[in-house]
């Protein structure tokens, strides 16, 4: 599909990545790694599982899904796992009884081959959405949440690191993927890094045609502001509902596209459509409305699927009631963008 | 030489105590049977530290979820906030909600599992001299971490840390049989703590001092996470404590100069860095210790510079066996 052609509703709806996996997908891992199935029928399950929540998120009205991160236990051991140079020594705590394979990295950093090409092939088969979402996470996180035994500084594991996700993007855009998020939720936990965490995640982008949206989540925003302009992606997708709709000053003069977060994910409470509505005017004071999307705070992945499911119902039912008012301005579509600003 | 290696704060979970626990949340298995398995856990980590070398240590603290937690549960005024993060860690705990005037409560269980800790410890090394601390979060780290909703100031606030809640349980502790408190002031050093906070931190800690060596307690001051260099000359406030610096906190070796500047005399070198896999050189090892023997130190011990729920229980391990190896080397 060319890109001049690809029109999506105003404020088009979509989710930030993960969703709960399925019951019966847990309890299949938990065989697998019992030693109860074989690869095969483990890469079935997945398959099985991207096709229904999928269909979770299609039936709920989302413009355009993810795979829900099916396949994924975590957002670093993922990608980590499939990177050249990575050991895992074993599990570190990261909150009370919660742990992680925090990666090491021991030797030079190589691509090894794709790493979510597949994911996205099949996503794109089952779907029926107009554009899906592809998410990676960014090299700024991967190398704050890794152990650096191999290079002098952080800042040239994360440069070697956005060659490699680079390296990804690319051939995502040759196999016609058209909307990539980079997540980064650790990029403002270190302040006097962001000048080259900001160069990084440029040259993630660097050379790369399609539309790239950057999510961060659960930080502060006031370090973030600065380096709006700089950045070289064509949508921040951001939490809101979880601090209560504050801060939306800091989009003030912001020049590219709002990935607005309207549904708290760590929150059970099923949000009310008509909060999400008035959330959706609120930040339609900053930002235009065709640059803006909705989208929950966060992946969903740790809420039950059916209040996960609900959630995005909500979400859904409230842009519908903000795109009834801006129909009568005559604003009915948007354009899937790639450039860095907006409108 | 006398150059002591110790184990300070937490050692990671195994993978068997954290499943204990999952099991223990999750009501999969009854309380005793969890007491069993964390006692069990506390013996294999004494045996580990007995084969070692090392008896100057912590229990592990295996019943903590960090720093703070569980004792603030323990306390009446504060209430438990959802997660924040542990500094600049990709690590993130429960913030105490000061709601009200705090004061420990009556109820804790920290008597119990201290006298339990100890118990099992003198049975694994069999007589020999051992020293158990007690970790516990100081006054300023408290207070820049809780939520207050009480006290109209921050100096009112962290006085009470000191007083209504430090204080009581250090007295409480005493009583079966602590000698040795770890009072962990990352705050202190921390870039983000004003120097005026800093003098407030420092005042609290010096009568903290007093009151902890008025009862037979002595205290052992780490700071992490940040130079001791920044505290300057209020460093000698507290410097009849054993001071803890951050090896990994300041340009290589920077922050000893503290030792040289200030004349301290009781220092614990972290230098093994807890917040890395990779292993520590020997000769930087070496180096830091001889630093600190010509800048005048007269006790010295080396330990992990932090917590060490930052690295895998395999790397943990891995590194204070080879801390000891060249500490032992060095005696010889």
């Known amino acids: ?343 | 030489m006398n150059v002591r290696i110790v184990l300070n704060a937490s050692y990671p979970r195994t993978e068997y105590v954290a499943k204990l626990y999952s099991r223990f949340l999750s009501g999969k298995i009854p309380g005793d049977e969890f007491e069993k398995g964390i006692e069990e856990a506390t013996i294999n980590l004494f045996k580990f530290l007995k084969e070692i070398g090392i008896n100057i240590f912590t229990d592990g603290m295996f019943r903590w979820d960090d720093i703070f937690n569980p004792l603030i549960k323990y306390v009446e005024g504060v209430k438990i906030n959802g997660l924040i993060r542990f500094y600049d860690n990709n690590f993130f705990f429960r913030a105490p909600i000061i709601e009200s005037k705090l004061k420990l409560s009556n109820e804790h269980p920290f008597k119990e599992w201290f006298k339990k800790s100890l118990d099992l410890a003198k049975n694994v090394f069999d007589g020999s001299e051992i020293l158990l601390k007690q970790p516990l979060p100081g006054p300023l780290t408290l207070a820049l971490n809780s939520i207050n909703n009480h006290y109209g100031g921050l100096d009112t606030l962290i006085s009470d840390w000191r007083s209504e809640v430090l204080e009581p349980l250090i007295k409480d502790l005493s009583t079966v049989g602590l000698s040795a408190v770890e009072i962990h002031e990352p705050s202190l050093v921390w870039k983000g703590t004003s120097d005026e906070l800093r003098k407030v931190g420092v005042k609290e800690l010096s009568y903290l001092i007093d009151y902890a060596s008025s009862i037979g307690v002595d205290v052992w001051l780490l700071t992490y996470f940040g130079s001791l260099r920044k505290l300057r000359e209020l460093v000698n406030e507290v410097s009849r404590a054993i001071i803890g610096l951050d090896y990994y906190s300041d340009e290589r070796g920077r922050v000893q100069l503290v030792i040289r500047d200030y004349g301290l005399k009781r220092v614990m070198l972290g230098v093994l860095n807890a917040r890395n896999t990779l292993m520590e050189r020997p000769e930087n090892i070496r180096r830091a210790i001889f630093k600190a023997l010509d800048y005048g130190a007269k006790e010295i011990y080396v330990g992990n510079n932090a917590p060490l729920d930052f690295i895998p229980e395999v790397i943990a391990s891995k590194k204070l066996r080879r801390l000891s190896r060249i500490v032992r080397k060095l005696r010889r």
């Open chain 1, 1 to 343: 599909m060319g890109w001049s052609k690809i029109e999506l509703p105003i404020l088009p709806t979509t989710v930030i990545g993960s969703y709960p996996r399925p019951k019966w997908l847990r309890e299949f891992i938990k065989g697998y790694r019992e030693g109860k199935y074989k690869e095969d029928q483990l890469r079935e399950a997945f398959d099985d599982a991207v096709i229904a929540v999928v269909h979770d998120q299609e039936d709920a009205g989302v413009d355009i899904p993810s795979d829900g991160e099916q396949r994924r236990d975590e957002m670093v051991e993922y990608f980590a796992e499939r990177i050249g140079g990575f050991v895992f020594y074993g599990p570190v705590r990261v909150w009370g009884n919660n742990y992680f394979r925090k990666p090491a990295v021991v030797s030079k950093l190589k691509y090894k081959g794709p790493i979510v090409i597949n994911e996205y092939l099949f996503l794109r088969k089952v779907s029926k959405a107009k554009v899906v979402k592809v998410t990676i996470t960014g090299p700024y996180t991967i190398a704050d949440w890794s152990f650096n035994e191999y290079y002098r500084s952080k800042d040239e594991l994360a440069s070697e690191l956005a060659k490699i996700i680079n390296t990804e993007i690319k051939k995502l855009e040759e196999v016609g993927a058209l909307y990539v998020q980079i997540d980064e939720p650790a990029l403002t936990t270190h302040p006097d890094e962001m000048d080259w965490a900001i160069d990084v995640i440029n040259e993630v982008v660097k050379g790369v045609n399609i539309k790239v949206g950057l999510h961060v989540c659960y930080s502060n925003y006031k370090v973030l502001k600065p380096y709006f302009d700089e950045l070289k992606v064509s949508q921040l997708a951001l939490e809101f509902a979880n601090r209560g709709f504050r801060d939306l000053n800091i989009l003030k003069n912001l020049n590219k596209e709002l990935g607005f977060g309207v549904i708290d994910v760590h929150n059970r409470r099923i949000e009310d459509p008509r909060d999400v509505a008035k959330a959706i005017g609120k930040v339609l004071r900053y930002v235009e409305p065709e640059c803006i999307y909705i989208n929950p705070d966060c992946g969903l992945k740790l809420l039950p699927r059916n209040i996960a499911r609900r959630k995005l119902e909500v979400m859904v039912q409230g842009a519908k009631y903000v795109r009834e008012r801006l129909s009568r301005r005559g604003l009915t579509n948007t354009i899937l963008r790639r450039s860095a600003e907006c409108p």
